[in-house]
């Protein structure tokens, strides 16, 4: 039976159930040597940031180009089910934060919503010293650094408090006007993605993964404007990050129903350069071990998350 | 039109590109067990880069032609040099790796930020201080 994600802000079950989940999952060893399963998807992320798609591109296997969307909706089910499992609740389903409905507020009321008060997000800081992922009660593991000699990033081990900087490098949020630009863009000829496939692309996923037409927007507003540990490839570490994409994954649902199931591009036609971004490619999976990803095993394409209708719906979109 | 970085440029000033390493058949087992032992991990899925310029191509279809523009940045910063990927997109906006959702009007801003968010990776040593301000005594 499919769950119900819903609003973390409309329903405080939801919110103190995703807090204590998260918190569980920091504790949680599929196998002993592994990382804990919340850093799993933070080691995911990072490698998937990391392989550009081909190499030398900008494009890499989750962003900048069409499987920026299936990918991380493949990563929210997985997230989703081990939040099932440490609770114990099958039927819980993953909340998501309505980001453009801060973005209505005066920009220097942002900060303040009810999102980053103490019994939600907590705060901003270098660390962050309030809420359920303060100083002492939420570590960071594993961090960007920059490699020797380069701009480009490597992980390595740290043990160290969560930092935000809210509204530091961006002084809005993405408002509602703005979403729904998005998801009526080109109507009724809207376009899943475009040629070249990338950051300059035409194209909804490029809109909403932030690029086009005015960069950041959307989802990158909503990293940048959070800032900290929401910036680098290792940002799942915020646990804002999964809100942030859940509520990008009910946008792109949103856009499917609205406009009838358009379909995703590229399809299996399109040239090997674009080989873990078409339709029946295999996405970029961090193990195939079933522990981890006991839905797809590792092996799924976005073919098969365009209709995940029988996993889970949103509340409103 | 596609952005994206030029390969196997030959010549002093170009940037070499190694074609990627092969990636560990159990990325996860291996990333942590590297982070386990207090050890880095650099992402293998991703081609290598010597240190050293780099180069980002843009190659743009209009009314028929087609347009290659390279774009290349030779970085330094307290004199030493820095590699890996910045890109340049259509909007002539600049980009990289470690800041992932952010781009930059100029590779100035972008350098500043690289600054501001890993002050630890800048930080100057003593030796080096100290060998400025003999040479500024020395003049």
């Known amino acids: ?317 | 039109m596609a952005s994206h970085h030029r390969k196997g440029s030959s010549g002093k000033r170009s940037h070499t590109h190694k074609p990627p390493s092969t990636p560990p058949s159990d990325l996860l087992a291996y990333s942590s067990k590297r982070l386990k032992a207090g050890q880095s991990v650099a992402a293998s899925g991703h081609a290598e880069h010597d240190k050293g310029p780099f180069q980002s191509v843009r190659e743009i279809e209009y009314n028929g032609h087609k347009i290659t523009i390279y774009t290349q940045y030779e970085i330094k910063v307290d004199g030493k040099p820095f590699g890996g990927h910045v890109y340049v997109d259509n909007m002539g906006k600049v980009s990289a790796h470690a800041l992932p959702n952010y781009s930059f009007v100029s590779a100035v801003d972008l350098v500043k930020k690289m600054i501001d968010e890993f002050p630890d990776d800048f930080t100057k040593k003593k030796s080096d201080q100290t060998n400025n301000a003999t040479k500024r005594r020395m003049r």
């Not at chain 1, 009910?250 to 971004?277: C, F, K, M, V």
């Open chain 1, 1 to 317: 039976m499919a769950v119900t994600r819903r609003n973390i802000l409309g329903d405080s079950n939801v919110r103190d159930k995703y807090i204590e989940g998260v918190k569980l999952l920091k504790q949680d060893f599929l196998k002993q040597d592994w990382a804990n399963t919340y850093d799993i998807f933070i080691i995911w992320h990072y490698h998937a940031m990391m392989t550009a798609t081909p190499p030398g591109w900008d494009r890499n296997a989750a962003h900048k180009g069409p499987s920026f969307l299936p990918w991380h909706r493949w990563m929210l089910i997985l997230l989703e089910h081990h939040l099932q499992r440490v609770l114990d609740d099958p039927d819980f389903g993953l909340p998501y934060w309505d980001w453009a409905a801060d973005g209505e507020l005066p920009a220097n009321q942002q900060q303040t919503a009810d999102i980053w008060t103490e019994d939600y997000m907590g705060g901003s800081g270098f660390p962050v010293t309030t809420g359920p992922f303060r100083d002492g009660q939420w570590q960071v593991n594993i961090e960007s650094r920059r490699a020797p000699g380069s701009f480009d990033p490597i992980l390595v081990p740290t043990n160290r408090p969560l930092r935000r900087a809210l509204s530091r490098d961006a002084s809005n949020l993405p408002t509602k006007e703005e979403v729904r630009r998005s998801v009526l863009r080109g109507e009724p000829n809207v376009v899943y993605d475009a040629t070249p496939w990338d950051p300059n692309s035409t194209s909804f996923r490029n809109e909403l993964e932030g690029w086009w037409p005015d960069a950041p927007g959307l989802h990158n507003r909503v990293h940048v404007w959070v800032g900290g540990d929401m910036g680098p490839a290792t940002s799942p570490n915020d646990p804002v990050f999964f809100l942030n994409h859940c509520n990008v994954d009910r946008i792109w649902e949103d856009w499917q129903q609205r406009h009838g199931n358009p379909p995703y591009l590229p399809d299996d036609s399109a040239g090997t350069a674009l080989r873990g971004h078409r339709l029946n490619d295999r996405l970029f999976g961090i193990t195939t071990s079933e522990l981890f990803d006991p839905i797809y095993r590792g092996r799924v394409r976005p073919a098969d998350l365009l209709d995940v209708s029988a996993r889970y719906i949103y509340d409103v979109f």
